[in-house]
């Protein structure tokens, strides 16, 4: 009989969280794309209370940073263990992978805001990714 293997939890948090702000950028980059502005929030010019679009655009962020922080430990701890097929591996990094090339693809576009408010929405989106990962890793870390 096999001895179940593990990763420190420290390696799975780390690896979950750097998957779960590259989700959340990548969520990002392809809503800036399609209107979704994160900077919408500080605009005076509008005459909007909130625009509904930067709104939707922070909870699809932290929403997609959690949920990609908390089913990638998951997955890591599943897969470290031995429990998910390999076929099922493959198709998550399959996922993961035309993800991140519609991400950037969308970023080698020009810009449809202006490049400091543009860096100032990354920076957000990133903080906003990095947090709302950790959380959601760490969630999933304490349940196992």
Same mark, same amino acid.
Request: net charge positive; aromatic share 10%.
């Given at each position: ?11 799975? %948090?780390? !690896?979950? $969280? !750097? ?11 392809? !809503?800036? *794309?399609? &209107?979704?502005? %994160? ?7 509008? /005459?909007? +209370? $909130? ?5 939707? #655009?922070?909870?699809?962020? #932290?929403? =997609?940073? +959690? #949920?990609?922080?908390? +089913? ?21 990094? /399959?996922?993961?992978?035309? @993800? @991140?090339? !519609?991400? &950037? ?13 543009? =860096?100032?929405? &990354?920076?957000?989106?990133?903080? @906003? /990714?990095?947090?709302?990962? +950790? ?6 870390? *304490?349940?196992?």
């Amino acid at each position: 009989m096999t001895e179940t293997t593990y990763f420190p939890r420290r390696l799975i %948090l780390a !690896g979950a $969280m !750097g998957a779960g702000v590259l989700l959340a950028l990548a969520v990002h980059m392809l !809503g800036a *794309r399609y &209107g979704l502005d %994160l900077g919408g929030l500080w605009r005076t010019d509008t /005459g909007a +209370f $909130m625009p509904a679009g930067s709104a939707i #655009a922070w909870w699809l962020i #932290a929403t =997609v940073g +959690f #949920a990609g922080g908390y +089913f990638i430990a998951s997955l890591m701890h599943s897969a470290v263990s031995g429990e998910i097929p390999k076929r099922m591996q493959h198709f998550l990094i /399959g996922i993961g992978v035309l @993800l @991140l090339v !519609g991400a &950037g693809q969308t970023l080698s576009g020009p810009s449809p805001t202006p490049s400091i408010a543009g =860096v100032l929405a &990354g920076l957000a989106a990133l903080g @906003l /990714g990095a947090l709302m990962a +950790f959380c959601g890793a760490n969630f999933a870390l *304490r349940k196992i």
